[in-house]
């Protein structure tokens, strides 16, 4: 779940993240490691799509993300941030998102141990996730 808590500020599984207004840039803390923070830059595009590209403190610095309109209510997602996740984001009313994707990760990244990185060890894991943009 993601919660706009406020202006500017979101509330959800992955942590917390500050959009610095007039800017295309947030500030966060991930829950997962735990407090690890990061910065996000997410330039302005058009016909409704998205690209995210961040650094962050661990366990893998470099992260980046995009969101590709397929039609009004449907969106195709992506991201590559220890492991890749890739899938569908539903937007059934304009402060509800609901995301059913398929996140390819490792065991062996989840645990933080550094080393090579092979692809038999990556596994599909289905993934959901509800949003809410709105404030309370």
């Known amino acids: 779940?993601?919660?706009?808590?406020a202006d500017n500020l979101e509330l959800g599984i992955h942590g917390i993240k500050y959009a610095i207004p007039g800017s295309n840039v947030a500030v966060g803390a991930s829950i997962f490691p735990l407090g690890s923070p990061y910065?996000?830059?997410?330039?302005?595009?058009?016909?409704?799509?998205?690209?995210?590209?961040?650094?962050?403190?661990?366990?893998?610095?470099?992260f980046a993300g995009i969101e590709a309109p397929i039609s009004n209510n449907l969106k195709f997602i992506a991201e590559l941030n220890n492991g890749l996740t890739a899938g569908l984001r539903i937007l059934p009313s304009k402060e509800w998102t609901?995301?059913?994707?398929?996140?390819?990760?490792?065991?062996?990244?989840?645990?933080?141990?550094?080393?090579?990185?092979?692809?038999?060890?990556?596994?599909?894991?289905?993934?959901?996730?509800?949003?809410?943009?709105?404030k309370f």
Do not use: C, T
């Open 1 to 5: 779940m993601i919660f706009g808590i």
């Open 39 to 62: 910065i996000v830059f997410s330039p302005k595009r058009g016909s409704g799509g998205g690209l995210n590209i961040g650094i962050k403190a661990s366990p893998y610095i470099f």
């Open 98 to 134: 609901l995301d059913l994707a398929f996140a390819f990760y490792s065991v062996r990244v989840y645990q933080y141990e550094y080393g090579n990185i092979e692809i038999k060890n990556f596994h599909p894991i289905p993934w959901i996730q509800f949003a809410y943009s709105g």
